[in-house]
């Protein structure tokens, strides 16, 4: 799984021109998913997102998380986060989730994020969207989970012994 997260002062997303969620001060997590994710990776992107500390306190420093500020999530659906683009020039998307689990997974990541006591708005599974942000700061994160033995890594990953 793998998220963008941009901290907003007001986002919206629009579907044929019509509204379908906005929020002001907040975070905007744009969510791909692999084909290999499962619950795990659902839980512990929950679990970052919801506590990552990415609001300023008085002194500047990067203190409060968007639960602690009570803001609000627009969380948007982006296959193409989890593309391949190591080889080539165009983007490979033999390994993105296809699109009928990843609906469900989006579904349930949803689901979870909206148990850690936060309001979440959404895009639309599977239609084009037409997004506006206006960012603050810039801020911007990207996420990366996959979880091995109960492990979170970090990807791409290195190995640990070079022979």
Known sequence: MKVLVIRVSKAKVKVESNPASSIDNGIVVFAGFSKDDGDSE?????????????FENKDGKMWYSVRDKNYDILCIPNFTLCANVYKGRRPSFEDVMPPSEAKDMFDKFIVVMRSKGIIVQTGLFGEHMNIDLTMDGPVNIVLEYKYRSGYPRRYPRESASKE
Do not use: V
């Open 42 to 54: 659902l839980t512990a992107m929950a679990d970052k997102i919801s506590n990552l500390r990415i």
